[in-house]
């Protein structure tokens, strides 16, 4: 019965009627699935189901896709293929593939593999900064300095991440005007881009407006993406009045994979089929050929035995 | 930190801005509805025994909630999971500022409603001519003559009535239904003396463009104060889309605890929003509710429990499992 009903064939209004705001016609979608999804994900993917995934997201009309992370295999076994990865996949025009640096090394190692596109990560919280990389948030940011001058000598596009935008598992709330000092500093290194991100999924249209707000005064609104995560099920909410506050790029995970590292068994990135599905629904383009991206997420379900996290798959809207 | 404590830190943002993007204030206050223990538990594979239905209700009945849809009064031929009405209505502890509405197909369901103590009843009407026919064998304009029926009977003993209109958003057998009848169901009724007008996306369906381009038309012919959203979240699209009603003006909602029911048209895919899930993003924006969230996920906790299943709210998963110690 529900594959007769097609949500996409209504169309409806591009902005709201009685506003001065309207959404933007088009989002671009930033798919974090083959990393930021795998790395939380415990089964080890073999590689070629990993080059295989990212190739189907390739044809499904995304733009940018993370595909690896240049960390070291230490600490992110999962992460270990990352140069048969980048080396294996096939890189289809018009789609940028970028994968995490987190010092220079891996910079290095990053664009000796190919990459055309990088990431780096900074976060809005002290606590977390030290726990997770064991550095303070200044100490990383002079770390990555380095990144950011080896990127602009060699013309390779950087990508900067704020974790904790609104939450931190060990602060607890997190200051805005800290998201934006953070925000503001890997703008001015010189990162084109800078997703913030609600790492443990707390934030609500409340708190992720406030934040936004304070972020917006600092970086051009049109260098901003927000990065929610659906810990609290309140990631398209959160999407949706950043959308209205004028962010016009958006970060989720097929399937949604990847759960969350502080709350076992609660999940983690938004999928990217139901933030597609809300857009397409707003007359918002994306380029994402729906039932394709639905394909991509089936199969990497499938090779990691589990069930996706999207409703939009789960309810099985084939268009 | 405890993920108790960090939730506590999230509520109670509030936006400082008067005006949404659509021109009117986020409400101050929201009523829930809690529609769990009939909508929930009407679309649970297992039968549940009256004692824990009871149970469930009592537990609601303690959070702050002020109304809870305790039950039907439909035929236990058409469903069996409600064939205890009365004896969940006689047996539940009634508070005192809480409503029990339960549902009244027709006359007949008024009349045991009635005698089993009921003091508000509710009718569902269907924006779409298929739906109606094949959930209540017969067309809306029929079905309209019977709620009529229920209508005036309970106007007679000043017994309050609520209209729900089902497939607001879409049909699952003809599709796209149009925002203009949805309204003119809405709105009729709402003439016939309904207080209230759930305004149902039964199949989940919906998103915010589809939503807001429903309640424009609707709110021609029905005012705002007396339209709830009922939204289903099979697509995930639930919260954004009471969001979006929030931002018309819309400030009642329905929910269930735990999310409770799942979708009969798609099997394996979620029903009802969870109450919890929608309470912490009303909280979370400085909207007051009333309700304690900690003990409605108590409430889904215990009828998870009896009915061995997974909670479908987010947030209370997300509080069962946290342990912020943990680094990577």
Not at chain 1, 85 to 91: A, H, P
Not at chain 2, 8 to 25: P, R, S, V
Not at chain 2, 173 to 194: F, N
Not at chain 2, 281 to 303: P, Q, R, Y
Request: glycine content about 10%; proline content about 4%; hydrophobic content about 40%.
């Amino acid at each position: 019965m529900h594959g007769r009903v097609c949500p996409l064939a209504v169309s409806v209004p591009c902005c709201y009627a009685n506003s001065a705001q309207a959404f933007p016609g088009k989002v671009k979608i930033v798919e974090v699935g083959p990393r930021d999804g795998l790395q939380n994900e415990k089964t080890l993917v073999p590689t070629e189901a990993k080059i295989k995934l990212i190739n189907m997201l390739s044809e499904s009309g995304l733009s940018v896709i993370e595909a690896t992370s240049f960390v070291s295999p230490k600490w992110v076994p999962q992460m270990a293929d990352q140069v048969e990865v980048m080396k294996g996949i096939s890189r289809k025009p018009g789609v940028t593939y970028q994968v995490l640096t987190p010092n220079l090394q891996g910079f290095q190692a990053a664009v000796k593999a190919g990459a055309p596109e990088v990431a780096i990560f900074g976060a809005a919280s002290e606590l977390f900064s030290k726990k997770n990389i064991n550095c303070s948030v200044d100490e990383s940011l002079q770390r990555f300095d380095e990144v950011m001058k080896a990127a602009k000598e060699a013309g390779v596009p950087v990508r900067g991440y704020v974790s904790c935008v609104v939450g931190c598992p060990y602060e607890g709330k997190v200051a805005p005007e800290k998201v934006a000092h953070v925000a503001k500093r890997l703008y001015s290194m010189g990162c084109y881009e800078i997703s913030l991100g609600d790492t443990i999924g707390v934030g609500t249209p409340g708190s992720m407006t406030k934040m936004l707000e304070a972020v917006i005064k600092e970086v051009p609104v049109s260098a901003l993406a927000v990065h929610c995560h659906d810990t609290y099920g309140q990631a398209l909410a959160n999407i949706l009045v950043a959308l209205q506050m004028g962010i016009s790029v958006v970060d989720s995970s097929v399937a949604g994979l990847g759960g969350c590292p502080y709350a076992q068994g609660a999940s983690g990135n938004v999928s990217t089929e139901d933030v597609v599905y809300m857009l397409h629904g707003l007359g918002i383009q994306t380029g994402v050929d729906l039932s394709k991206l639905m394909d991509a997420g089936a199969f990497i379900c499938q090779t990691l035995n589990r069930k996706t996290s999207s409703k939009v798959a789960q309810a099985a809207c084939k268009l | 930190m405890s993920f108790e404590k960090l939730g506590e830190l999230f509520l109670k943002t509030k936006i400082n801005y008067k005006k949404t993007i659509t021109g009117h204030a986020y409400p101050e206050f929201v009523k829930i509805v809690e529609v769990g223990p009939r909508d929930g538990l009407q679309n649970e594979k297992e039968i549940v025994p009256t004692g824990v239905k009871i149970q469930l209700i009592d537990m609601l009945s303690g959070t702050g909630l002020s109304v809870i849809e305790a039950t039907s009064f439909v035929s236990s031929k058409w469903v069996p999971q409600m064939a205890d009405h009365t004896d969940v209505l006689r047996g539940i502890q009634k508070a005192s500022n809480v409503q029990y509405p339960v549902l009244t197909p027709n006359l007949q369901g008024f009349q045991d409603a009635v005698a089993a103590g009921a003091t508000e009843v509710a009718v569902f009407g269907s924006a779409s001519e298929t739906f109606s026919k094949k959930n209540i064998n017969c067309s809306v304009d029929e079905s309209m003559l019977r709620f009529e029926e229920v209508i005036n009977a309970a106007k007679k003993r000043q017994i309050p009535v609520r209209g729900y209109v089902s497939c607001a958003l879409g049909c699952p057998h003809e599709g796209h239904i149009e925002p203009s009848k949805v309204a003119e169901v809405a709105k009729r009724l709402y003439e016939m003396g309904c207080y209230e007008i759930s305004l149902g996306d039964t199949i989940g369906i919906g998103t915010p463009g589809s939503m807001l381009k429903m309640l424009q038309r609707v709110m021609k012919d029905v005012p705002i104060n007396a339209l709830a959203v009922h939204c289903h979240d099979t697509y995930g699209q639930a919260l954004p889309n009471i969001l979006t009603a929030l931002q018309m003006g819309v400030s009642v909602v329905d929910s269930a605890v735990a999310g409770l029911g799942g979708c009969p048209y798609a099997q394996g895919s979620s029903g009802n929003v969870s109450t919890e899930d929608v309470l912490y993003m009303l909280h979370g924006m400085g909207i007051e509710t009333g309700v304690n969230i900690a003990k409605v996920i108590e409430a889904g906790s215990f009828i998870c429990s009896a009915l061995s299943r997974k909670t479908n709210s987010k947030v209370a998963q997300a509080r069962s499992t946290a342990c912020c110690d943990a680094s990577l």
